[in-house]
């Protein structure tokens, strides 16, 4: 049992346990994407209706749903304590002169970048997840069964400017954070070989953008269309 | 050339330092960076001043023993060795500013001059092959692909100077111990400790308090000898599998 112990208190460890719930966070951001998706249905809401219903039900998802709320804690957790630590790692002394050009801004800024996705995690988990589960939800009727219709919660927010605002901006920075974070978990995990790295390099990029920018075109679409 | 020097001044690691502004009239370009701050050493010395303290020892380029943290970037702006830069890779009447290597696993000793024994403290928790003595092995007995051959001569190029600790954003050491990891665990020779290295040379790496690797990679790109951050994926390999797979062996063998 020591080992284990010793294995996840070492630096090697903790950056183990970031890469591992990155990339679950990453699996989840593209099974959330194919959710919204049913956003821009043309049924009046029912076919997001019917899978947020799903969802937010169905034993086993509930499970994967609070694997999911452990692990974005423990992401969080471990990246704020690994940043303290990189940062008394600089000693008491800091650079007067830094140059940064020799690697990706996004790489530099991931603590920054995290932060902006977290606040976004906060107000959005508060406007769809928690009105979902703890406020009276109008409700719709689809072949004679109740459904809670978030739909209608959904486009309500998403009828204001500054929310459609917020929103776009906070997937830009998830779109930074995976522009770095994709390749680097690979990285961590040791999945680092020339044969595989340039195409992990261009899935990690191409994820960077077209699963945000897809995110963001839901609300768009909704507000101007 | 004209040249003035912001240069980090620092009496020893309990007092506080600052910056000092020298300005050397006739730089030549062909002097090479350590050679212009000798010359204004001498300068010093003459003027009754305390002169500079910075480490040099081959001025090769091979020993690792140079540093200095130039307008920004270890050993300056080439990805080479402070005692192979020269002065014609600067402007006439540029400002250039010195620090020591920052970190709090390097404490300043004097000046530009840090202390790197923490280097020496990993390297001796596990970076080396233990040989029995004996009858010399013949050349060549062991085969060894070319390529994996080439692989760890490229890690073992590592001088150690604590460039890719100077560049981190985060004074992380872990492109100088994967150097050191993987120059052994790609070789036979290095087979019979390759997992206790890994995991005695990572546990002292955290012990000296570097910090961790968020793969800039600009370790990398900054090292003189350009050391790849392949070998940093290799150490995580190297110790995901030794700390899993390893023996923990008890005082008489175990079970
Ligand atoms: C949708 C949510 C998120 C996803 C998909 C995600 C994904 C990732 C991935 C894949 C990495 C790379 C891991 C590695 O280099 O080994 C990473 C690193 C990082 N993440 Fe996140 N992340 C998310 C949310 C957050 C949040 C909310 C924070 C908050 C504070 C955060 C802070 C960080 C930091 C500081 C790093 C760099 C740490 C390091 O490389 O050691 N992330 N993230
Ligand atoms: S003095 Fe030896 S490497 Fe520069």
Redesign the pocket.
């Known amino acids: 049992m020591n080992w284990f112990i010793t294995l996840f208190t070492s630096t090697l460890g903790r950056?183990l346990l970031?890469?591992l719930t990155?990339?679950f966070?990453?699996l989840?951001?593209l099974i959330h994407l194919i959710g919204n998706l049913q956003l821009l249905n043309d049924d009046g809401g029912r076919s997001f209706n019917v899978y947020a219903e799903f969802m937010s039900t169905n034993p086993l998802i509930q499970i994967v749903s609070k694997g999911n709320f452990f692990f974005?804690l423990l992401?969080?957790g471990i990246?704020?304590f690994?940043?303290i630590k990189n940062r008394s790692a600089r000693g008491s002394e800091r650079y007067a002169v830094t140059s940064g050009n020799k690697s990706t801004w996004s790489s530099r800024n991931?603590?920054i970048l995290?932060?902006l996705?977290?606040v976004f995690?906060v107000i959005h988990l508060k406007d769809f997840w928690a009105a979902m589960h703890f406020t009276e939800m109008p409700k719709a009727m689809y072949d004679g069964v109740e459904y809670r219709d978030i739909y209608s919660v959904v486009a309500l927010w998403f009828g204001k400017g500054w929310y459609v605002g917020l929103y776009v901006f906070c997937m830009t920075a998830?779109g930074f954070?995976?522009w770095h974070?994709?390749a680097?978990?690979f990285?961590?995990l040791g999945l680092n070989h020339q044969k595989y790295n340039p195409m992990i390099m261009f899935v990690g990029r191409a994820f960077a953008i077209i699963v945000p920018a897809l995110f963001a075109w839901i609300p768009l679409n909704m507000f101007f269309f | 050339m004209k040249i003035t020097l912001k240069i980090w001044r620092q009496k020893d690691s309990n007092s506080k330092g600052a910056f000092k502004t020298y300005v050397c009239d006739h730089v030549s370009p062909d002097m090479s960076f350590l050679e212009m701050l000798d010359v204004l050493n001498n300068d010093l010395i003459r003027k009754g001043e305390e002169s500079i303290a910075f480490d040099h020892d081959c001025r090769e380029g091979i020993c690792g023993m140079c540093s200095l943290y130039i307008n920004g970037h270890p050993h300056g702006p080439l990805q080479t060795t402070t005692c192979q830069l020269h002065m014609r890779s600067f402007k006439d009447g540029e400002t250039i500013t010195i620090e020591p290597w920052r970190a709090k696993a390097f404490p300043v000793v004097k000046d530009l001059v840090v202390d790197r024994s923490a280097f020496d403290r990993i390297q001796r928790s596990g970076g080396f092959i233990s040989v029995n003595t004996g009858g010399v092995p013949d050349a060549n007995e062991i085969p060894i692909p070319k390529k994996i051959a080439d692989e760890a001569f490229d890690a073992a190029t590592c001088i150690g100077c604590g460039a890719c600790v100077a560049a981190c954003k985060n004074a992380s050491a872990m492109l100088f111990v994967s150097a050191k990891v993987s120059q052994f665990a790609l070789l036979p020779q290095g087979k019979p400790e390759r997992k206790e290295r890994v995991e005695k040379m990572v546990a002292q790496m955290d012990e000296e308090g570097f910090g961790?690797c968020?793969?800039t990679g600009a370790c990398e790109a900054e090292c003189p000898k350009g050391i790849s951050i392949t070998n940093i994926a290799r150490m995580n390999r190297e110790y995901f599998s030794a700390m899993t797979t390893s023996y923990e062996v008890a005082v008489g063998g175990g079970e």
């Open positions: 950056k970031m890469a990155g990339l966070l990453i989840f951001l974005i992401h969080v990246s704020i690994l940043s991931m603590g995290g932060t996705v977290l995690l998830v954070h995976l974070g994709f680097s978990a990285q961590t | 961790a968020t793969n």
